[in-house]
């Protein structure tokens, strides 16, 4: 059911854990599988992701998908970070089980949410994040879920 990619990233999974004064943490939740995902950023003064790293309460796909999500973005800036699609991750995943590519977007909440409570902190202002809220119940959109997904 799962790649080599994705269980290798599952059980050793990259950037777990938390960053102390992080300046810009973002954690999103779903109320139907309970799963919760937090990401800490550090952000150097150019705007450069410096350090990033998550914790989740989350399934395994959740867990390999921002494993993999946070590797690719360590090192980019903000604006480089905010053009990075759910796909790529995917992609770099080698793919997820069809009913499991929801768990993905965890992450990109949560690294939105991230960013966001960095620029509310900055007083910044990105476009990407127009109309993003951290609250939303992200499931419930456009992603597949059913309750029998997991
Ligand atoms: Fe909820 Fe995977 S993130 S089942």
Redesign the pocket.
């Known amino acids: 059911m799962y790649n080599e990619t994705v269980m290798e990233h599952f059980v050793n999974p990259r950037n777990v854990g938390v960053i102390e004064n992080a300046d810009g943490v973002g954690e999103v939740g779903?109320v139907?599988?309970?799963?919760i995902?937090k990401i800490y950023l550090k952000i150097s003064a150019d705007e450069v992701i410096e350090d990033i790293k998550f914790k989740?309460f989350?399934?395994?796909?959740?867990v390999a998908s921002s494993s993999m999500a946070t590797e690719i973005i360590k090192g980019k800036t903000i604006s480089e970070a905010l053009k990075i699609t759910n796909k790529q991750v995917l992609d770099a995943l080698g793919g997820l089980p069809p009913v499991?590519v929801?768990?993905s977007v965890?992450a990109e909440q949560a690294l939105k949410a991230a960013i966001l409570d960095y620029a509310q902190k900055n007083g910044k202002h990105y476009p990407e994040l127009d109309g993003f809220s951290p609250d939303d119940d992200h499931?419930d959109h456009d992603h597949g879920f059913a309750e029998t997904?997991?």
């Open positions: 779903n139907k599988c309970g799963d995902m989740t989350g399934c395994g796909s959740a499991k929801h768990c965890l499931h997904d997991f």
